[in-house]
DNA sequence: CTGTACTGGGGTAATTTGGGAG
DNA sequence: ATTGTCCAAATTACCCCAGTAC
């Protein structure tokens, strides 16, 4: 079968994850920058960023351990 | 691996193409006018893209897992 | 040939990028 | 150390409508 690669992954613009950390874009930036958050780049060099990662950061957030 | 032609290349619409990147289907259309992306035209005058280029493309630009 | 969906081209907002300084 | 804001430049999104794809 289809090997699900990153083809197949929702992506979502640096707005729309902010929006949901409630931070600013430029934040998102500097997470994806720093590695923090993988991300993908248009060949224009805007950054497009997988969901199913962000949700799997949010629910991360939840039960937080502050390492 | 080169610019090799494979026969059996499946060809992409520029809307497909655009979901994969989860952009408009115009900006597509940009990164072919600026060569940023190869592509083919129908007699008719629309644009196809490879697969297998598209692929690559998301894949290398992958960039993430830093630190 | 008819009809629906998508595409091409142009033009104009909105978003994103990157660096720098608070 | 992390984040939010300011700036200029680049990239992208949405509007139109005629032509193509199927």
Same mark, same amino acid.
């Given at each position: 079968?289809?090997?699900?690669?990153?083809?197949?992954?929702?992506?979502?613009?640096?707005g729309?994850?902010?929006?949901m950390?409630? +931070?600013?874009?430029?934040t998102?930036?500097?997470?994806?920058? *720093?590695? !923090?958050?993988?991300?993908?780049?248009?060949?224009g060099?805007?950054?497009r960023?997988?969901?199913?990662? +962000?949700?799997?950061?949010?629910?991360?957030?939840t039960?937080? *351990?502050? !390492?």
């Amino acid at each position: 079968m289809t090997i699900t690669h990153e083809a197949g992954e929702r992506l979502m613009t640096p707005g729309e994850v902010a929006a949901m950390f409630r +931070v600013d874009p430029k934040t998102v930036t500097r997470w994806a920058s *720093a590695g !923090r958050i993988g991300s993908i780049r248009t060949p224009g060099g805007h950054r497009r960023f997988r969901e199913s990662e +962000v949700r799997t950061l949010l629910d991360g957030l939840t039960s937080e *351990a502050h !390492r």
